[in-house]
């Protein structure tokens, strides 16, 4: 009688249970910027012996340029498809109990730039996504990652 209490109360726990598995195939994972190619004057930005890096997962894009030294910034994303859409940026000011800290919202996308990004929404077209490269398009810029 024990026993069979322990295997109702396991399967009821693990039945209540919701286990988030959102999955964005080749798109997950961290990412370095290796160039940006200017798409109006066919300029290249060598980006390769800098620290700027994407990490995707889940439902969020983290951006940072780690030679900056700031904690670097948020997105939300849609993706679909060979479409990609990037929005929502945050500062990521630290843990939320420093003076200062916190996620705070970005209002001017200046902020931005460094990162391959010039507006608070940005909409990139896929070009190439595979499991070690990745090539995203906007109206101005094209970046080159590699997974890192």
Not at 43 to 71: E, M, N, P
Request: hydrophobic letters at 35%; one cysteine or more.
């Amino acid at each position: 009688m024990k026993k069979r209490f322990v295997y109702i109360f396991a399967a009821l726990l693990l039945g209540s249970c919701s286990i988030s598995t959102d999955s964005n195939g080749k798109l997950d994972g961290f990412w370095h910027l290796t160039t940006v190619d200017t798409l109006a004057t066919g300029g290249v930005t060598d980006y390769s012996q800098r620290r700027v890096f994407w990490g995707v997962q889940a439902k969020l894009i983290s951006a940072q340029d780690k030679g900056s030294g700031q904690y670097g910034y948020y997105f939300r994303f849609n993706h679909n498809g060979d479409s990609l859409i990037i929005y929502s940026p945050y500062a990521n000011m630290g843990h939320e109990d420093l003076p200062g800290g916190g996620d705070i919202p970005i209002e001017d996308p200046s902020e931005l730039t460094p990162l391959g990004i010039n507006g608070l929404e940005e909409h990139f077209f896929i070009e190439k996504l595979t499991g070690s490269h990745m090539t995203l398009r906007s109206p101005l810029l094209r970046l080159n990652f590699r997974r890192f």
